[in-house]
């Protein structure tokens, strides 16, 4: 997926604005997320697999949060044949609209459903997969069990959750080795100290992680039967659940 150079933050500026997933975002989003998600390429690559397991004949996907689509993207090719269909849903405009463009450059016969909306108003049912790739986080805390047990409901047996986030950790001592190596990488990928500054002011009271445990005794309570972390880069997760 084609993005351009990720600068917004380069620039030193007065007044730090929460960040939002606006036109400018989803214009160097690609590049955004690969330098600062450690693991990202690897996620979105084992997402497909997963759906090549575990998604069966015609059934449904959601991908929750699907931002550009990468991962709408990764599991359609590997599910082509199976008369399924993928819902992907993002509330952001300007994110649908590229995802949108990044979809019709692929040659798929299965049908995506494309919906600017909600994620916590959409309808779930006879789904296979349901994909929330570092999304969760973004919702308000007292929402996010709720959306999970829709998720559950609308979930067929044997049916699969893949939940990416990034994570606190109620170790102050893990945090802050976790946290530096964090920083570390996106020096590592060029990102100055001033965007790295500025960044973390803008998401400090849009983004508001859980540790792991919250997650596992979430989806656990909700009645999942498999609950397990499968990928873990310093402070970045992704976890499986099986109902």
Not at 81 to 105: H, K, P, Q, T, Y
Not at 130 to 148: A, C, S
Not at 172 to 189: M, S
Request: hydrophobic share 40%; with cysteine; net charge negative.
């Amino acid at each position: 997926m084609n993005s351009s150079p990720d600068t917004i933050y380069a620039q030193p500026a007065a007044e730090i604005a929460d960040f939002q997933f606006d036109s400018r975002v989803a214009g160097v989003f690609g590049d955004m997320i690969r330098r600062s998600v450690p693991g990202y390429a690897q996620i979105i690559a084992t997402i497909g697999d997963f759906a090549h397991k575990y998604v069966k004949p015609e059934t449904r996907v959601y991908d929750l949060g699907c931002s550009l689509g990468a991962a709408t993207l990764s599991v359609r090719r590997r599910i082509d044949g199976r008369d399924c269909e993928i819902v992907a849903v993002d509330n952001s405009e300007s994110m649908v609209n590229r995802c949108r463009e990044n979809l019709s450059a692929y040659v798929s016969d299965t049908h995506v459903e494309l919906l600017l909306g909600d994620i916590r108003d959409v309808d779930i049912s006879n789904a296979s997969m349901v994909i929330l790739n570092f999304t969760l986080q973004f919702l308000p805390p007292d929402d996010r069990k709720q959306l999970l047990e829709k998720i559950f409901q609308g979930l067929n047996k044997g049916g699969i959750l893949v939940l990416s986030e990034k994570l606190r950790f109620e170790d102050p001592a893990i945090q802050e080795l976790l946290d530096a190596q964090h920083l570390d990488f996106k020096r590592a990928n060029g990102y100055s100290e001033l965007e790295i500054s500025q960044k973390r002011s803008a998401l400090e009271n849009v983004m508001r992680p859980d540790p792991l445990s919250l997650h596992e005794k979430r989806l656990t309570d909700i009645g999942f039967r498999h609950v397990s972390p499968w990928f873990q880069c310093f402070n970045f997760a992704s976890m499986v659940a099986i109902k």
